[in-house]
C-alpha cells in the first residue's frame, strides 16, 4: 500500500513573486515624476535629508534581497547623479566624482547592498526551516503508518489468543502495553505476552549495542518483571546463532549438533530476533523455563510472532521519539521547550557581546505548583503561556525549563529597564485574571518572577541564568 506524504509547496512560492527591476524602476519614476509635478524647486530632492530614494532602496533590499538591492541602489544613485549634472551643467568632471557629489549615492549602494544580503540570509534560513518541517511531516507520516501496522498486527495476534485456554481480558490488559509510545514500557509487555500466551516461566529480552548484547528485562520464576543490566557478548550460544543467522533458535533445532552438549535446565530454550523494517537486529527474546507439555513448535512460532510484534513496537517509540525531540515547542502550551533555550541561549548571549546589545531574561517560578493535581497543573500552564504570549514582541522568547514550575522569558534588545515594565505588566494581567488554582483556598495564583541582564563581565550564558535566579 503506498504511504501518504505531506503535501509540500513548491520551493518558488515560499519566497516573494515579483520583479525588483520593474519596481525599483517605477519606485524611482514615481519619486522623480512627484518632484517634477510638485516640489520643482528641489530638482532630484538634492536638497531633502533624509532621501527619498532611501524609501525605495530599503523597500526592494527587504522584499527582494541583494540582487534587487543593488539594482534600485545603481539606479538611484545614477538618477541622483543625473539631476546634480542637469542643476549644474557646467561643473568639472573634478567637482562631479568629489566627496560632496558622491557621499549619498556611496551610501544607497553600502546600505542597500548590506540590508540586501541580510535579506537574502533570512531567505535562507526560511528555506531551511521549511525543509526541516516538511522532514518532521513526513516523519510524522512515516509514524502513524508504522502505528498502523502494529494495530493490525495487534488484531492478528488477538485472533490468535481467543485459541488458547488462557481468558481475553487478561490477555487484551497485557497486550495493551506494546501500544505504548514509551520504549521502556513496551520490554515488560512482551514478556507479560509470553507468560500468558506460551505459559513461559522464565524469558527475558536483551538489546543489541554495538558488540554487545545488554538485558534490558527479565522474568523470572515468581512471575516478577526485572529491569536488570546484564551483558554478554553476541557471538555465543543460542543468542549468538539467532543473531548470525536472523531466524528463530530453539535448543529442539541444535540436540543434533555438537552445540547442545554442556546446556542446562538454566540455559535459553529459545532464541527470537527482534528484527525491524530496515532488517536490523535489534535484539532477541530469550525462553530460559516452560512446562514439558508446552515446549512445542507452536511454542517456538508463538516467540517468532511476539519477537516480531515486540520490534515492531520498539521502533515505533524509537521513531516517536526522534520526531518528539526534533519539536522545539511543547504539543499542549505552544511554549517553546527547555532544550531549544539552551540553543537560543547561547546564540542570544553571544549576540549580545558581541555587537553591544542588552539582553535580559525573566525566570517566572510558580509558587506551590507542585501540589496541584495534574488537571489543575495543566490549566496552570495554559494560563501562564497565554499571559505571556499575548502582546509579546515577535523577538521575545518563552521557554519551559528544565523544572515544570518555571519559565524562561528571553528579551533581547532589552535592558534591565524594559525587563521590569514588563515583569510588572505580566504579574499585573495574572492578579486580574483572579485564577485561584489552590485547593480548598481562596488565594489567587501566585508566581515570582526574577530579572537578569548580561553585563561585560560575563562570559557564558550561565552566568546571566545564575543572576536571575538569585
Same mark, same amino acid.
Given at each position: 500500500?503506498?504511504?501518504?506524504?505531506?503535501?509540500?509547496?513548491?520551493?518558488?512560492?515560499?519566497?516573494?513573486?515579483?520583479?525588483?527591476?520593474?519596481?525599483?524602476?517605477?519606485?524611482?519614476?514615481?519619486?522623480?515624476?512627484?518632484?517634477?509635478?510638485?516640489?520643482?524647486?528641489?530638482?532630484?530632492?538634492?536638497?531633502?535629508?533624509?532621501?527619498?530614494?532611501?524609501?525605495?532602496?530599503?523597500?526592494?533590499?527587504?522584499?527582494?534581497?541583494?540582487?534587487?538591492?543593488?539594482?534600485?541602489?545603481?539606479?538611484?544613485?545614477?538618477?541622483?547623479?543625473?539631476?546634480?549634472?542637469?542643476?549644474?551643467?557646467?561643473?568639472?568632471?573634478?567637482?562631479?566624482?568629489?566627496?560632496?557629489?558622491?557621499?549619498?549615492?556611496?551610501?544607497?549602494?553600502?546600505?542597500?547592498?548590506?540590508?540586501?544580503?541580510?535579506?537574502?540570509?533570512?531567505?535562507?534560513?526560511?528555506?531551511?526551516?521549511?525543509?526541516?518541517?516538511?522532514?518532521?511531516?513526513?516523519?510524522?507520516?512515516?509514524?502513524?503508518?508504522?502505528?498502523?501496522?502494529?494495530?493490525?498486527?495487534?488484531?492478528?495476534? !488477538?485472533?490468535?489468543?481467543?485459541?488458547?485456554?488462557?481468558?481475553?481480558?487478561?490477555?487484551?490488559?497485557?497486550?495493551?502495553?506494546?501500544?505504548?509510545?514509551?520504549?521502556?514500557?513496551?520490554?515488560?509487555?512482551?514478556?507479560?505476552?509470553?507468560?500468558?500466551?506460551?505459559?513461559?516461566?522464565?524469558?527475558?529480552?536483551?538489546?543489541?549495542?554495538?558488540?554487545?548484547?545488554?538485558?534490558?528485562?527479565?522474568?523470572?520464576?515468581?512471575?516478577?518483571?526485572?529491569?536488570?543490566?546484564?551483558?554478554?557478548?553476541? !557471538?555465543?550460544?543460542?543468542?549468538?546463532?539467532?543473531?548470525?543467522?536472523?531466524?528463530?533458535?530453539?535448543?529442539?533445532?541444535?540436540?543434533?549438533?555438537?552445540?547442545?552438549?554442556?546446556?542446562?535446565?538454566?540455559?535459553?530454550?529459545?532464541?527470537?530476533?527482534?528484527?525491524?523494517?530496515?532488517?536490523?537486529?535489534?535484539?532477541?527474546?530469550?525462553?530460559?523455563?516452560?512446562?514439558?507439555?508446552?515446549?512445542?513448535?507452536?511454542?517456538?512460532?508463538?516467540?517468532?510472532?511476539?519477537?516480531?510484534?515486540?520490534?515492531?513496537?520498539?521502533?515505533?517509540?524509537?521513531?516517536?521519539?526522534?520526531?518528539?525531540?526534533?519539536?522545539?515547542?511543547?504539543?499542549?502550551?505552544?511554549?517553546?521547550?527547555?532544550?531549544?533555550?539552551?540553543?537560543?541561549?547561547?546564540?542570544?548571549?553571544?549576540?549580545?557581546?558581541?555587537?553591544?546589545?542588552?539582553?535580559?531574561?525573566?525566570?517566572?517560578?510558580?509558587?506551590?505548583?507542585?501540589?496541584?493535581? !495534574?488537571?489543575?497543573?495543566?490549566?496552570?500552564?495554559?494560563?501562564?503561556?497565554?499571559?505571556?504570549?499575548?502582546?509579546?514582541?515577535?523577538?521575545?522568547?518563552?521557554?519551559?525549563?528544565?523544572?515544570?514550575?518555571?519559565?524562561?522569558?528571553?528579551?533581547?534588545?532589552?535592558?534591565?529597564?524594559?525587563?521590569?515594565?514588563?515583569?510588572?505588566?505580566?504579574?499585573?494581567?495574572?492578579?486580574?485574571?483572579?485564577?485561584?488554582?489552590?485547593?480548598?483556598?481562596?488565594?489567587?495564583?501566585?508566581?515570582?518572577?526574577?530579572?537578569?541582564?548580561?553585563?561585560?563581565?560575563?562570559?557564558?550564558?550561565?552566568?546571566?541564568?545564575?543572576?536571575?535566579?538569585?
Amino acid at each position: 500500500m503506498m504511504k501518504s506524504q505531506p503535501d509540500l509547496p513548491p520551493r518558488e512560492s515560499l519566497l516573494e513573486k515579483g520583479s525588483p527591476y520593474i519596481e525599483g524602476i517605477l519606485g524611482v519614476a514615481g519619486i522623480v515624476v512627484i518632484n517634477l509635478l510638485w516640489y520643482r524647486e528641489d530638482p532630484g530632492f538634492i536638497q531633502t535629508c533624509p532621501h527619498p530614494f532611501w524609501l525605495i532602496i530599503l523597500l526592494i533590499a527587504t522584499h527582494y534581497g541583494f540582487k534587487g538591492a543593488l539594482w534600485t541602489a545603481f539606479l538611484s544613485s545614477a538618477t541622483l547623479l543625473a539631476f546634480h549634472k542637469m542643476t549644474q551643467p557646467y561643473e568639472s568632471i573634478v567637482d562631479m566624482i568629489g566627496v560632496q557629489r558622491l557621499t549619498t549615492p556611496v551610501l544607497f549602494m553600502v546600505v542597500g547592498v548590506i540590508v540586501g544580503e541580510i535579506r537574502e540570509l533570512h531567505k535562507r534560513r526560511f528555506l531551511e526551516v521549511n525543509v526541516e518541517l516538511a522532514d518532521l511531516k513526513r516523519d510524522f507520516v512515516s509514524l502513524s503508518d508504522r502505528f498502523n501496522d502494529l494495530d493490525k498486527v495487534k488484531q492478528e495476534l !488477538d485472533t490468535r489468543i481467543i485459541l488458547q485456554e488462557h481468558g481475553l481480558t487478561t490477555l487484551y490488559w497485557a497486550a495493551e502495553g506494546l501500544r505504548s509510545l514509551d520504549e521502556e514500557n513496551i520490554y515488560p509487555a512482551i514478556l507479560r505476552l509470553a507468560k500468558d500466551l506460551i505459559s513461559a516461566e522464565s524469558c527475558s529480552i536483551y538489546l543489541l549495542e554495538g558488540n554487545i548484547l545488554r538485558q534490558v528485562a527479565c522474568l523470572d520464576g515468581d512471575g516478577i518483571c526485572r529491569r536488570t543490566d546484564v551483558r554478554v557478548p553476541p !557471538d555465543e550460544g543460542i543468542m549468538g546463532r539467532a543473531i548470525s543467522t536472523a531466524e528463530t533458535v530453539s535448543i529442539n533445532t541444535l540436540m543434533a549438533s555438537e552445540e547442545f552438549e554442556g546446556y542446562s535446565d538454566s540455559d535459553i530454550l529459545v532464541s527470537a530476533p527482534m528484527i525491524n523494517s530496515r532488517n536490523q537486529i535489534l535484539g532477541l527474546l530469550n525462553i530460559q523455563k516452560i512446562p514439558f507439555l508446552k515446549f512445542t513448535p507452536q511454542a517456538v512460532r508463538l516467540t517468532a510472532i511476539l519477537a516480531d510484534w515486540g520490534a515492531v513496537a520498539v521502533e515505533n517509540a524509537r521513531i516517536f521519539q526522534e520526531t518528539k525531540d526534533k519539536n522545539i515547542s511543547d504539543d499542549v502550551t505552544g511554549i517553546f521547550t527547555y532544550e531549544y533555550f539552551k540553543t537560543r541561549l547561547d546564540e542570544e548571549f553571544a549576540r549580545a557581546r558581541r555587537y553591544h546589545l542588552p539582553l535580559s531574561i525573566l525566570v517566572i517560578h510558580v509558587v506551590e505548583f507542585q501540589l496541584f493535581t !495534574d488537571k489543575v497543573k495543566k490549566d496552570v500552564l495554559l494560563v501562564l503561556s497565554n499571559v505571556f504570549r499575548t502582546k509579546m514582541r515577535k523577538t521575545d522568547l518563552l521557554f519551559h525549563s528544565s523544572n515544570p514550575d518555571t519559565f524562561y522569558l528571553l528579551l533581547p534588545n532589552t535592558g534591565l529597564k524594559g525587563a521590569n515594565d514588563v515583569r510588572e505588566k505580566k504579574l499585573h494581567e495574572i492578579h486580574a485574571l483572579r485564577f485561584k488554582p489552590y485547593t480548598d483556598s481562596e488565594k489567587l495564583l501566585q508566581i515570582h518572577i526574577r530579572i537578569g541582564e548580561v553585563k561585560e563581565t560575563m562570559e557564558a550564558p550561565q552566568e546571566l541564568l545564575d543572576e536571575a535566579q538569585k
